[in-house]
């Protein structure tokens, strides 16, 4: 069974402030994902990363992935309100399987 | 295009009582999913399906049964429910190969087990 760890599981940051949430996970994984959620609503996905130095971007946002690390980041450039949501990971093993963080609620203040 | 659609959007249930909730995608995806979000815990993987008549087992499975008659449907079973089973349930799609993998969740379904 895989393990995936999300730090922080929360986060207050001020507009225009930059930081970075970070994914470990516990054993080999082929796909590592990142989506959004805002209360009482769906996921929403933003990244899907398939290989080691994988690297993409969406506006304020830019996800990582170093397999040997077992280790995705997500960065936050210059935060602004709208990025506030709770921020999930989630790996794929072989077979299917998914197993996701415990997510990390953000909060960008003015 | 309704991507992935799920009912009902809330139930609330008795203790024993049985019901299913439904799933369905117009995507052609292969792969479908059922997973469960409790606070603090993120989702869980519940029951998956990587084509029609193929089921497996998630992480969570106890108390669900599934089955994939055909690609759009994918509906999820609870045989006796127990307050332990109260969370919202989210149904996924995705492509197996191709399209970047991106998975596509359903609005869910919060239920309650009194």
């Known amino acids: 069974e895989l393990k995936v760890e999300q730090n922080p599981l929360f986060l207050s940051m001020q507009e225009g402030k930059n930081y970075t949430i970070y994914c470990n996970y516990s054993?080999?994984?082929?796909?590592l994902y990142w989506y959004r959620q805002d209360p009482g609503k769906s996921l929403e996905s933003l990244f899907v990363?398939?290989?080691?130095?994988a690297v993409k971007q969406e506006g304020r946002l830019m996800a990582s992935l170093d397999t040997k690390a077992r280790l995705s980041t997500l960065h936050i450039t210059a935060a602004v309100h709208d990025l506030s949501a709770t921020y999930f990971c989630?790996?794929?093993?072989?077979?299917?399987?998914?197993?996701f963080g415990t997510g990390t609620s953000l909060t960008v203040i003015p | 295009n309704a991507g992935v659609t799920q009912t009902p959007k809330f139930q609330v249930l008795k203790t024993g009582q049985s019901m299913t909730l439904q799933c369905a995608q117009d995507?052609?995806?292969?792969?479908m999913s059922w997973y469960r979000q409790d606070p603090g815990m993120g989702l869980r993987l519940i029951h998956y399906?990587?084509?029609?008549?193929?089921?497996d087992q998630g992480e969570v499975p106890n108390g669900y049964n599934v089955s994939r008659s055909t690609t759009e449907d994918f509906p999820l079973r609870l045989l006796s429910a127990a307050p332990s089973q109260t969370s919202v349930y989210f149904c996924?799609?995705?492509?197996?190969?191709?399209?970047?993998?991106?998975?596509?969740f359903g609005p869910g379904t919060r239920l309650t087990v009194t």
């Open positions: 996924a799609s995705s492509p197996l190969l191709g399209q970047g993998y991106e998975q596509y």
């Open positions: 995507m052609n995806h292969e792969y």
């Open positions: 399906s990587v084509g029609a008549g193929i089921t």
């Open positions: 054993t080999t994984s082929d796909r």
């Open positions: 989630a790996a794929r093993v072989p077979g299917n399987q998914f197993y």
């Open positions: 990363l398939l290989s080691n130095g």
